[in-house]
Nanobody, 125 residues
């Protein structure tokens, strides 16, 4: 069993930055592919960013590409999401998720095995 805990959310004005963290209780964090998702009120959960366990090429949704950066520190069992140039439409609960099977389908909600509870990000215009 893996427990994930997100932190770093908050309220910022448009144009500001936040850095989210997701820390795992597991001792084999390096075996997992990582995903960040978000869910706004009344909306479906949507893909934001993903990174394979190898730490190689990262992937982003078109809506955040160029503004958000995903990174990981396996020694600290932590994955980060640096969010710059925030917009009001980025307002949502942000959740991290992990999976340890194939990398394909990384943008799909249903392929991840474990999820955190989420952290609220509110961007005011």
């Amino acid at each position: 069993q893996v427990q994930l805990v997100e932190s770093g959310g908050g309220s910022v004005q448009a144009g500001g930055s936040l850095k989210l963290s997701c820390t795992s209780s597991g001792r084999t964090f390096s075996r997992y592919h990582i995903g960040w998702f978000r869910q706004a009120p009344g909306a479906e959960r949507e893909f934001v960013a993903a990174m394979p366990r190898s730490g190689g090429t990262t992937y982003y949704s078109n809506s955040v590409k160029g503004r958000f950066t995903i990174s990981r520190d396996n020694a600290k069992n932590t994955v980060y999401l640096q969010m710059n140039s925030l917009k009001a439409e980025d307002t949502a609960v942000y959740l991290c998720a992990v999976r340890d099977d194939r990398w394909s389908g990384f943008a799909r909600v249903d392929v991840y095995d474990y999820w955190g509870q989420g952290t609220q990000v509110t961007v005011s215009s």
